[in-house]
């Protein structure tokens, strides 16, 4: 979907840079789905979510699994 939203790849770069600084997931960047934890997982989720710019999330527990430090 985000490919379709942001059809210039420069914004669309752009626009990943920021979702993984925003939850701290630039570690993991490389790193395949199934490696992933639990809570990095979420944290993905959350991301992609975010992408589009929605005007309202309808989350189910969403931090449920994640470290709180973190």
């Given at each position: 979907a985000a490919q379709i939203f942001y059809k210039?790849?420069?914004?669309?770069h752009d626009k990943v840079e920021q979702?993984?600084?925003?939850?701290?997931?630039?570690?993991?960047?490389?790193?395949?789905?199934?490696?992933?934890?639990?809570?990095?997982r979420r944290?993905?989720?959350?991301?992609?979510?975010?992408m589009c710019e929605p005007k309202f999330l309808l989350l189910d527990e969403p931090f449920a699994g994640v470290d709180p430090i973190a």
């Open positions: 210039d790849k420069k914004i669309l979702m993984l600084e925003l939850l701290s997931i630039e570690p993991i960047r490389l790193r395949k789905g199934l490696s992933l934890s639990g809570g990095e944290r993905c989720e959350i991301a992609r979510s975010l």
